[in-house]
């Protein structure tokens, strides 16, 4: 049974960094693209960073370039997504989703999904 469980979020102030962390079990994504996504109260859930197979390509949401990094640790089944300068509007629950694919940037393309960690930004 594939698991993700993912861990890191809380409450922060504008301005202030978060690490999210994210590990898999039951299958090796090693190959396989990994993402974050995130869906604010009352909005669609939306992409906001991912990694391809073999820490390739990456991708960000425009609204996160700059502040975010995505990153991967195969060896741990791992993906993490540090999180700088962050905003009011980052507020969300975060979500890590593993792919069938070696790339992936759209939420259909995943097929594995965590439980989600809530991030809240205050001003």
């Known amino acids: 049974q594939v698991q993700l469980v993912e861990s890191g979020g809380g409450l922060v102030q504008a301005g202030d960094s978060l690490r999210l962390s994210c590990e898999a079990s039951?299958?090796?994504?090693?190959?396989?693209?990994m993402g974050w996504f995130r869906q604010a109260p009352g909005k669609e859930r939306e992409f906001v960073a991912s990694r391809g197979y073999s820490g390739g390509r990456t991708d960000y949401a425009d609204s996160v370039k700059g502040r975010f990094t995505i990153s991967r640790d195969n060896a741990k089944n791992a993906v993490y997504l540090q999180m700088n300068n962050l905003k009011p509007e980052d507020t969300a629950v975060y979500y890590c989703?593993?792919?069938?694919?070696?790339?992936?940037?759209?939420?259909?393309?995943?097929?594995?999904w965590g439980q989600g960690t809530q991030v809240t930004v205050s001003s």
């Open positions: 989703a593993a792919s069938r694919f070696t790339i992936a940037f759209r939420r259909h393309e995943y097929s594995y």
């Open positions: 039951g299958r090796d994504f090693s190959r396989n693209a």
